[in-house]
């Protein structure tokens, strides 16, 4: 008998008692949970394949769970098998990466060799892809941006695993994506002898092999594995691999001859851009896809960026002293960028000299007296009015469309100039032309004393003034010369054409020169001011660009009355908080509407005019219209989007939503969590309210999440056709096990008058979504439903119990009405598959008849307003109360402190649209 004998037959006995389909476990010697290798007690098996099985076991050394891979008997005494075990316990102990499963310890015990590997809590992406089907692309970019991220260490640590797959990547609860099972890896080494890989055999999974590690697994790099993981990342997204059907030999044939699929044919919920990526990480010639995981990467993060996701910040930080670079390291490094932005400078400032050579600009200085000859004369500014100047110079401008072309002062229509004189028009009683000017100053502004590009312009009449050339054709400058600094130029002598004397002081207007003429209302080219701790620190043409450059705690001041010359653009706030306010003395409007650029393929997505990630938002006395395009397909609007966002507070704001197509609208939007990684439960989101006015067709509240939040609406002013709140949830898969407990919506509301079309609180549940609680506080308020609907409706699939779980409800001095509220139609409405409850009006105030003091139902008019009125038109008269002296309102002097209830529209700042007041 070979001495190995016995400890072959201990090896099998061995083997055998860990199999748990071939034993009973009635017997504890017999029991799997009785077997022990080495120092590692083993709980019990979670996996299995063809050279052995995975358990999950104690280091009873260290006491921590372990992942036990044991080779199989037969494999065991193998020693070609025993050395490519070896090399993957090698492989793994070479990789230290968040990404990647360690390696701890690698031994051999009664005859079975084993490696312990850490264990990872969660599922693979196998299983996670047949529990629902497909992954949502933010989920697949995540995972891939992961496994990416995981491919470059390997290939820095020259390894090449050749077995990436679905059942190879393990997401924990946390979100974590973790790369297992090294078995195949094999160290990159063109002159490797020891290669384990017998020649003409094939290694790797046949549905995500790449082409040429088909023909020779030896002959691979890491563009096979990005090839693979293409592959998978096809998967995630189709809920299918490339190449589906046929045997294994015509699989192998599709990869390498087939063409590469479009992921977005079968998934039309997949961005082209994304499909892109995928189909260069597949392409069948390695030299056609991305050559290292760092530039995959770099790609990946693009299409992260536009699902959504954001990285988060590890937990440790590194302090380093700057490594200092020579010259030379600098410009091997920069140099091609330091050439190049070098030219760029060149071309904008030959540009910029080639326009200023081309333009001529006539500047009016401002002078105390003016001798009329009839020849050229020159005036010199009296330095003692400069010097007791008060206020910036007004602006001079001409009135378009002004037939007199009479230059009109913005801060009196009647005259022009520092010390307030009229300005009269010039005139030549000569030669009836006015001459271009000329000197010092005229040099200064153009560049150069050169000629006014067109000469003199011939004048029809004395007292007629031209428009200012100010430019040659297509130029189209804009604005005026208030802003430019003439400080210490005064003195300066600037020829002027000869102006017409005539009876009085200065130079007067005749009297028939301002008649008909409204001078309009200035506004900035640049009318966003960024100001930081009262300090101006720039300006603007858009809001975008100035919550762009705005740092946080800034302040966003808009210098303009009614609509900004451009329609508003969406924009994002991130990581930093923003105060956006009127500057005094204005009241500025924002209108919102869909670029141009979005008819070019945004459909189907979710739109956000103004998206806070990571930050917070106030917002002070400004109107927004939000105008939502009837031709584009998209699913979703958001007029404001908080993505994990710490605050939103508005003041004196007012919200009009024009939508004709009654698309799907929301003023704020709670967006669905994605790409995040931890799961502890987040601080609420605080939503504040006060002296506001929302109308128009679309939700106040739309709620992705199952985050908590605090919602207080405060004199509050709400004419929707939607509802106060509209919860859907977030899907359960993207959420961790310790927070399936419901978490608090938290709304408040007090002194608020709503007429909504929809009801007050709605709930939309998909399959395997999860929602928040829903707890509301009512006082001194007037909430009227202008349609046959419920005051609060569920529906979804959700359990029954669970739906009436998510609601509380409080009011005091809170007064209710709608056609709902009549006898038996029901208030609160539940409708789950195959069953439902409806609440009428007595059944819902017994529910929740616990309020802080008695709870008063209305049933007869509260409001003014009448139904079919279009809510984007509803103004202040439309939500007053309603009176008439033969029939009794219960809301007038009904609130806690005998007040009226609702809104009190004396408040300063609160929005009214009065009836003869126009509509933003």
Known sequence: MSPFQPEAQSAVELWCQLQPDETDGSHPETSITSCQLGHFRVEEQIGRGGMGAVYRAVDTRLDRVVALKVLSPTQSHDLGSIERFRNEARSAARMDHDNIARVYYFGEDQGLSFIAFEFVHGGNVKELIERRGLLPPADAVNYALQVAQALRHTDAAGVVHRDIKPSNIIITPAGRAKLVDLGLARKRDPQATNDLTVDG????????????????????????????????????????????????????????????????????????????????????????????????????????????????????????????????????????????????????????????????????????????????????????????????????????????????????????????????????????????????????????????????????????????????????????LSDFDINGLQDLPTRVATPSHQEGKGWPVPEDANAGITSPPTVSKDPFIVVVNGVQRGSYPTLEAACTHAPTDASIELAFDGESADVQTPLVVSGKRLFIRQAEGHRPTLRFSAPAEWRLG???????????????????????????????????????????????????????????????????????????????????????????????????????????????????????????IRIEGTDQTTVGTDMNEALAVNLEIKQVTAWLGSGMARFEVNSNHSVPKLTVDADDSVIAISSSVPLIRMQGEFDLHDFEDRLEWSDQATFLHGPSFSAGEPVWQIVTPGRSRNLDRDEFDDRWNRGRGPIRRAFGPLLNAQPGLPFARITREDLELFRDAEQENPAVNGAIDGADAGVKWEAPRLPSFDANESIP
């Not at 910040?313 to 380093?320: A, L």
């Not at 704001?653 to 929301?666: G, I, L, W």
């Not at 506001?692 to 605090?710: E, K, M, Y």
Request: proline share 8%; glycine share 6%; net charge negative.
């Open 201 to 480: 055999t094939t290694l790797g999974t046949f549905d995500y092999i790449s082409p040429e590690q088909a023909k020779d697994p030896k002959k691979v790099d890491v563009r096979s594995d990005i090839y693979s993981l293409g592959c998978t990342l096809f998967h995630m997204l189709t809920g299918e691999p490339p190449y589906p059907k046929g045997t294994m030999l015509q699989k192998l044939l599709d990869h390498q001859a087939k063409g590469i699929p479009d992921a977005s044919e079968r998934n039309p919920r997949i961005p082209p851009e994304l499909s892109a990526v995928v189909r260069k990480m597949m392409a069948s010639e390695p030299n056609d896809r991305y050559a290292t995981p760092e530039r995959l990467i770099d790609d990946l993060k693009l299409m992260a960026h536009r699902c959504g996701l954001r990285p988060v910040q590890n937990e440790g930080e590194i302090w380093v002293r700057p490594r200092r670079t020579d010259g030379w390291d600098l410009w091997k490094n920069y140099g091609s960028w330091i050439v190049a932005a070098t030219f760029l400078l060149i071309v904008v400032f030959a540009i910029d000299y080639t326009q200023r050579s081309d333009t001529n600009v006539a500047l009016l200085p401002n002078v105390d007296t003016v001798e009329s000859t009839d020849e050229e004369t020159v005036v010199e500014n009296s330095s003692e009015s400069m010097a007791d100047q008060s206020s910036p110079p007004a602006s001079r401008r001409i009135v378009p469309g002004n037939d007199e072309g009479l230059a009109v002062n913005h801060q009196d229509p009647s005259t022009n100039g520092v010390d307030g004189r009229p300005v009269a028009p010039f005139s030549n009683t000569t030669s009836n032309v006015v001459e271009p000017e000329s000197g010092i100053l005229s040099s200064l502004i153009t560049g150069g004393p050169e000629e006014a590009p067109f000469g003199p312009v011939p004048l029809d009449s004395p007292n007629e003034i031209p428009l200012p050339i100010t430019s040659r054709p297509g130029n189209n400058l804009e604005g005026d």
């Open 602 to 724: 945004r459909q189907g997505k979710t739109v956000s005019m103004i998206e806070v990630s990571h930050g917070s938002l106030e917002i002070y006395n400004v109107d927004i219209q939000l105008d939502v395009s009837a031709d584009l397909d998209i699913q979703q609007w958001n007029v404001i989007a908080l993505n994990d966002a710490k605050e939103l507070s508005l003041r004196g704001v007012s919200v009009t939503v024009e939508n004709a197509e009654t698309r799907s609208v929301a003023i704020v939007e709670l967006s669905e969590p994605v790409g995040r990684f931890d799961r502890i439960t987040p601080p609420s989101v605080q939503v504040n309210a006060t002296d506001c006015f929302f109308r128009g067709h679309s939700d106040l509240i739309l709620d992705h999440n199952v985050d908590p939040a605090d919602i207080r609406l405060t004199n509050v002013a709400v004419a929707l056709e939607g509802t106060v």
